[in-house]
């Protein structure tokens, strides 16, 4: 461990420490690592210029000022300590970006060719299948028909990951749906609490909704394939203090506001005690979660994601051109078949099965 892994490890130990003494001076932690005081005060600038808030002290100590780390070495090392088997993949992390999706989108137009004749991975292909690139806040997220996704900083997990597999995406359709599964999987291995589907990519906790999900998609017009998929994921961890100044908060929610004080502690690497969420280690367990679930059966999974849906027996709104009122009409969810398409019965008693458009609910009650 080097001395700036140690100089982190302490400090960590001390923040999230039950006792109330943060701060530890410098010459406990030159004594610790081994080293003089001016190396560990290299260490600490190094860690802040990587992000990590640490302020120094009057009396030559250091403490965190933030209780969320999240940055790529802590990422990676949390990836690492916890998916050991994803080690190696491609991963950015930004404090503040335009879009997560919108960058996926650049770095793809600058690999080129993802694949060979044969189908195989290019080196790019190779480097940029299965990379992640998470931000702390975005400028200008956006979430399906261009909708603006609000995406301030410290309140939430925004992320992309680059879904390139060999032979190209046979199945486009279900990546939402599955994505939307592996969510609702990582929250309730981290915290023990069961998350809802609203048909296809909403994802909702105590009836309000905390993560959404944007899939874009890239074809090959000559061979026909889709060659890669961006999945964009957006959730909540706490609540945003401006949302309670408009109606956003009667909508949205948090995964933070609705754990309880017996939820589990998640430990942060080995540093005992951590703080309810963090952005970190959710972020980890959602990227290893829709990793692992796009290689399972589709057939378990949507069953997965059916028994998740607050949609089936309810009365809906569909509207076939989402975002638009025209021909818009009501029928019942009956089903999601085995594409991840909502059935809904007509009033006629005739049933139709949508792959595209949005619903809304009649009664806004979700249970």
Excluded at 160 to 167: C, Q, R, V
Excluded at 225 to 241: C, F, H, V
Excluded at 267 to 293: E, F, M, W
Excluded at 354 to 362: A, D, I, N, Q, Y
Aim: aromatic residues 8%; glycine residues 8%; hydrophobic residues 40%.
């Amino acid at each position: 461990m080097t001395t700036k892994e140690k100089v982190l490890e302490l400090l960590l130990k001390a923040f999230y420490s039950e006792s109330d003494e943060k701060i530890v001076s410098g010459e406990k932690l030159a004594i610790a690592c081994g080293v003089s005081r001016a190396a560990v005060w290299k260490a600490v600038n190094a860690l802040r210029s990587e992000g990590y808030a640490i302020e120094g002290t009057t009396n030559g100590g250091y403490c965190f000022s933030d209780d969320d780390v999240f940055t790529k070495d802590f990422f990676q090392r949390t990836l690492d300590q916890d998916f050991p088997e994803l080690a190696g993949f491609h991963s950015e992390i930004f404090k503040e970006i335009d879009s997560t999706n919108t960058y996926a989108k650049k770095l793809l137009s600058q690999a080129g060719n993802l694949r060979l004749p044969d189908g195989t991975l290019t080196k790019a292909g190779k480097n940029y299948h299965n990379a992640i690139i998470c931000a702390e806040s975005q400028t200008a997220g956006r979430g399906r028909l261009g909708r603006t996704f609000i995406s301030p900083a410290k309140t939430g997990i925004y992320l992309s990951i680059i879904y390139a597999p060999k032979g190209g995406i046979k199945d486009p359709a279900k990546i939402t749906a599955f994505s939307a599964v592996a969510v609702c999987r990582a929250v309730k291995e981290l915290y023990g609490i069961e998350c809802k589907i609203k048909w296809i990519n909403d994802i909702y906790l105590n009836g309000k909704k905390i993560c959404g999900i944007l899939t874009e998609g890239f074809t090959d017009f000559e061979t026909g394939i889709i060659e890669s998929a961006i999945i964009g994921i957006g959730i909540n961890i706490r609540d945003n203090p401006d949302f309670l100044q408009n109606n956003v908060s009667q909508i949205a929610g948090s995964i933070e506001s609705v754990i309880s004080e017996k939820a589990p502690v998640i430990p942060v690497l080995d540093t005992g005690i951590s703080p309810k969420i963090s952005r970190c280690k959710l972020a980890a367990h959602i990227y290893a979660n829709v990793l692992k679930i796009l290689e399972e059966d589709p057939a378990s999974i949507i069953s997965e994601y059916k028994n998740a849906s607050f949609l089936i027996g309810k009365t809906l709104t569909v509207h076939p051109l989402a975002g638009s009122n025209k021909d818009e009409y009501s029928a019942v969810a009956v089903d999601i078949d085995d594409n991840a398409g909502l059935v809904v019965e007509l009033e006629d008693g005739t049933k139709k099965v949508l792959s595209s458009g949005e619903v809304t609910l009649h009664n806004t009650q979700i249970n």
